[in-house]
Every structure is written in structure tokens, then in C-alpha cells.
T-cell receptor
Framework: DADVTQTPRNRITKTGKRIMLECSQTKGHDRMYWYRQDPGLGLRLIYYSFDVKDINKGEISDGYSVSRQAQAKFSLSLESAIPNQTALYFC???????????????FGPGTRLTVL | SQQGEEDPQALSIQEGENATMNCSYKTSINNLQWYRQNSGRGLVHLILIRSNEREKHSGRLRVTLDTSKKSSSLLITASRAADTASYFCATDKQGGSEKLVFGKGTKLTVNP
């Protein structure tokens, strides 16, 4: 079974709708991230969480919100979707830097979101 | 804003040839990582090089880091069609909040 899973894998929605993307992990990592990927722009960080009680804005948080329901679950919401939020969304996890970790991230398979 | 910038944006080679991709970044770093992404799929961590290292190998991968020039290169030797993917560098900024900042990627095509 995959260590980092995302649901749904594909979603088509309409402008103004509320959308939730979910991420679950079995790696036991404290840190979780949400990124979006647009063609030619690489990955941009939306929100990140270093533990259950810690939520931080990333580079492009406007129009998004998150919820860290448990160590293993991190959800991304689009309160009122707009067409320029059409993108590929990735969840990732990591351990904090330490003796055996240097902040390598482990990615889910992605959610392709289309907002019409 | 992007910390790392990969060069070239796209690279097309024949199977068996070596592929070299470069990454430049702007600020001092703790480490630099390379990731691979097959079309439309999640990124996979390939190799990490720490700021006090100059070269690292893993199988057919060789990574170099020049902190004076703020640049890194990823060499894939004896490439295979299965190496076709996009490759991203990511930097962990020194004194930062331990977030990774990704570049825009190099799209590598290995022709059989």
C-alpha cells in the first residue's frame, strides 16, 4: 500500500463550489505539506504543518485553507473554487532534520483538479 | 519565489548517452535535493547532498555541489528510456524554516 495517499485523484468542479482534498500517510511523519503544480512553474507551497497543532502559510495560501485532523491526515480546502485554481495538487510528508533525516519529502500521487 | 532554477528546461538524448542537468540557487543552503517526476505523478526523492559535501554518487546518479557558485549538477550516466521524466532540484535554505523550495524542473527525454 502507498505510504502517502490522496483523494480524490481527479476532480472536476464548477466555479464557486467548495472542494476538499484529503491526504493520509502511514509513514509516521510529523510534517505534512500541500503543493500545487502548474505547467512550467514547478511546485509551489500552499500550506505546511510541522505537527498537529502547527499550521503555516506557504507561498500561495490565498483562496485555500487546511485542517490537520491527526498526525496522519492533512486536508486542503478551496472555499470557493475559481478557474485559476485548476492545477495538480500534491501532498507530501517528512521527518524533521535529525540524525537519520535531512528533510527529504515523500509525495502522494497527486490530485488533478479542474475548475470550470 | 523560486530558490532554484534548473537548466536546461528540456533535454533530449539517445539511450546510452549521459544526461547533465544543472541547478542554480540564490541563498545559502543546508542541503540540496534532487527529485524525479514521471508524467503527472508524484515526485520521488533521488539524492541529497549536504552543504559541506562536494560530490555524491548513487547508482548511475552523480551530484555535485559548488556552494561558491551556488550551483549543483545532476549527471545520469548510461541513460535508459525509463529515465524519461522531469527532474527538480529543491533547496533547504540555511536559517530558514526548513521548508523546501523547488525549481521549475528539467524535462528529460531519452529516446530508444
Amino acid at each position: 500500500d502507498a505510504d502517502v495517499t490522496q483523494t480524490p485523484r481527479n476532480r472536476i468542479t464548477k466555479t464557486g463550489k467548495r472542494i476538499m482534498l484529503e491526504c493520509s500517510q502511514t509513514k509516521g511523519h510529523d510534517r505534512m505539506y500541500w503543493y500545487r503544480q502548474d505547467p512550467g512553474l514547478g511546485l509551489r507551497l500552499i500550506y505546511y504543518s510541522f505537527d498537529v497543532k502547527d499550521i503555516n502559510k506557504g507561498e500561495i495560501s490565498d483562496g485555500y485553507s487546511v485542517s490537520r485532523q491527526a498526525q496522519a491526515k492533512f486536508s486542503l480546502s478551496l472555499e470557493s473554487a475559481i478557474p485559476n485554481q485548476t492545477a495538480l495538487y500534491f501532498c507530501a510528508t517528512s521527518d524533521p532534520p535529525g540524525e537519520s533525516s535531512y528533510n527529504e519529502q515523500f509525495f502522494g500521487p497527486g490530485t488533478r483538479l479542474t475548475v470550470l | 519565489s523560486q530558490q532554484g532554477e534548473e537548466d536546461p528546461q528540456a533535454l533530449s538524448i539517445q539511450e546510452g548517452e549521459n544526461a547533465t542537468m544543472n541547478c542554480s540557487y540564490k541563498t545559502s543552503i543546508n542541503n540540496l535535493q534532487w527529485y524525479r517526476q514521471n508524467s503527472g505523478r508524484g515526485l520521488v526523492h533521488l539524492i541529497l547532498i549536504r552543504s559541506n559535501e562536494r560530490e555524491k554518487h548513487s547508482g548511475r546518479l552523480r551530484v555535485t555541489l559548488d556552494t561558491s557558485k551556488k550551483s549543483s549538477s545532476l549527471l545520469i550516466t548510461a541513460s535508459r528510456a525509463a529515465d524519461t521524466a522531469s527532474y527538480f532540484c529543491a533547496t533547504d535554505k540555511q536559517g530558514g524554516s526548513e521548508k523546501l523550495v523547488f525549481g521549475k524542473g528539467t524535462k528529460l527525454t531519452v529516446n530508444p
